[in-house]
């Protein structure tokens, strides 16, 4: 069935769309186009009034995406990774520079290295350099062109995209459960024994912040076993060591299989948020591939464990 023209955009303009939503402002929208930021904004209300759509939130910090923006960048981001897969077939003699990313150790051992093979089969010449750091200093672009990382919400930064929203929620192996059946009793949950990491960052949320949240007393565990960091957590909950405090996404394959038992629902937490940050003026081409790769990667997830991917403007 043909498609009428009239019924989409112009290219052009999904391409401004996307790089003002990825930059978080038309002016750096205009400087990796080569056009003028004029030229931009033009563009933006011409799509919005086509879509009968509002996309942005123009701020004076920038732009961030309506609800409706969000769901339509996922979709332009999908299209536009379409036609770059098909135009590869015309590149597969280039050699481009390798590609750096640096990731935390949780997000590397619970969610990029699984779906390596897929980016492998999917961009066969694109090659990775990943260094693994916990500690990013968000804002530094230094030594990256992509980074994941955990941080408060107040940290946002212009070029970056929400993956996960927090979600914590207690999750122990079966094993644990038919020895433990008293940790099902979760206002007595500090008797058992309890996985927790060794001197966390203060802005992470804890057993104390998830006890507040469910509607608990906190208390001081009597048997808490302190581990290094949270894939050692999760190792030692699928071991059955104890009781994990644990974020959703990190675990749901666990949970699907039946290694490992939900306590309770995950609870939504609204201080911090898992990000994916392009670094500033970034405009090579495999580095929007593999951004667009994630997101997509992110969509295909199951529903509520995840948030749409949403550009987040820079922070007043």
């Given at each position: 069935?043909?498609?009428?023209?009239?019924?989409?955009?112009?290219?052009?303009?999904?391409?401004?769309?996307?790089?003002?939503?990825?930059?978080?402002?038309?002016?750096?929208?205009?400087?990796?186009?080569?056009?003028?930021?004029?030229?931009?904004?033009?563009?933006?209300?011409?799509?919005?009034?086509?879509?009968?759509t509002k996309l942005f939130i123009r701020r004076k910090q920038g732009l961030n995406?309506?609800?409706?923006?969000?769901?339509?960048?996922?979709?332009?981001?999908?299209?536009?990774?379409?036609?770059?897969?098909?135009?590869?077939?015309?590149?597969?003699?280039?050699?481009?520079?390798?590609?750096?990313?640096?990731?935390?150790?949780?997000?590397?051992?619970?969610?990029?290295?699984?779906?390596?093979?897929?980016?492998?089969?999917?961009?066969?010449?694109?090659?990775?350099?990943?260094?693994?750091?916990?500690?990013?200093?968000?804002?530094?672009?230094?030594?990256?062109?992509?980074?994941?990382?955990?941080?408060?919400?107040?940290?946002?930064?212009?070029?970056?995209?929400?993956?996960?929203?927090?979600?914590?929620?207690?999750?122990?192996?079966?094993?644990?459960?038919?020895?433990?059946?008293?940790?099902?009793?979760?206002?007595?949950?500090?008797?058992?024994?309890?996985?927790?990491?060794?001197?966390?960052?203060?802005?992470?949320?804890?057993?104390?912040?998830?006890?507040?949240?469910?509607?608990?007393?906190?208390?001081?565990?009597?048997?808490?076993?302190?581990?290094?960091?949270?894939?050692?957590?999760?190792?030692?909950?699928?071991?059955?060591?104890?009781?994990?405090?644990?974020?959703?996404?990190?675990?749901?394959?666990?949970?699907?299989?039946?290694?490992?038992?939900?306590?309770?629902?995950?609870?939504?937490?609204?201080?911090?948020?898992?990000?994916?940050?392009?670094?500033?003026?970034?405009?090579?081409?495999?580095?929007?591939?593999?951004?667009?790769?994630?997101?997509?990667?992110?969509?295909?997830?199951?529903?509520?464990?995840?948030?749409?991917?949403?550009?987040?403007?820079?922070?007043?």
């Amino acid at each position: 069935m043909a498609i009428h023209h009239k019924t989409i955009p112009s290219l052009s303009a999904l391409m401004i769309f996307e790089a003002s939503a990825r930059l978080g402002s038309f002016t750096s929208a205009a400087k990796e186009l080569c056009v003028t930021p004029t030229a931009i904004s033009k563009q933006i209300r011409q799509l919005e009034d086509f879509l009968n759509t509002k996309l942005f939130i123009r701020r004076k910090q920038g732009l961030n995406l309506t609800h409706k923006g969000e769901i339509y960048l996922r979709s332009v981001m999908q299209a536009l990774d379409t036609l770059t897969d098909a135009s590869q077939i015309m590149d597969d003699n280039s050699h481009p520079l390798p590609l750096n990313i640096e990731i935390g150790a949780c997000f590397s051992h619970f969610w990029l290295i699984p779906r390596l093979d897929n980016f492998r089969d999917k961009y066969p010449n694109i090659t990775l350099n990943i260094t693994i750091n916990n500690e990013r200093d968000i804002g530094d672009n230094v030594n990256y062109d992509v980074a994941f990382y955990y941080a408060s919400l107040t940290s946002q930064q212009r070029g970056s995209y929400l993956l996960f929203n927090e979600r914590i929620l207690p999750v122990c192996s079966p094993s644990f459960l038919a020895k433990h059946p008293d940790c099902q009793n979760l206002s007595k949950i500090w008797q058992q024994p309890l996985l927790m990491v060794r001197d966390a960052p203060v802005f992470w949320e804890n057993w104390q912040t998830w006890a507040e949240r469910a509607g608990f007393s906190y208390e001081n565990p009597i048997n808490a076993l302190y581990m290094e960091d949270q894939i050692a957590i999760t190792q030692a909950a699928l071991s059955g060591a104890g009781v994990a405090l644990v974020w959703d996404w990190h675990v749901q394959d666990f949970l699907k299989n039946g290694e490992l038992i939900a306590l309770k629902e995950p609870i939504e937490c609204h201080r911090n948020a898992f990000f994916l940050s392009c670094a500033d003026n970034n405009s090579e081409r495999n580095a929007r591939r593999f951004i667009r790769w994630v997101i997509r990667q992110v969509s295909l997830l199951p529903p509520h464990s995840h948030l749409p991917p949403a550009n987040l403007a820079d922070s007043a």
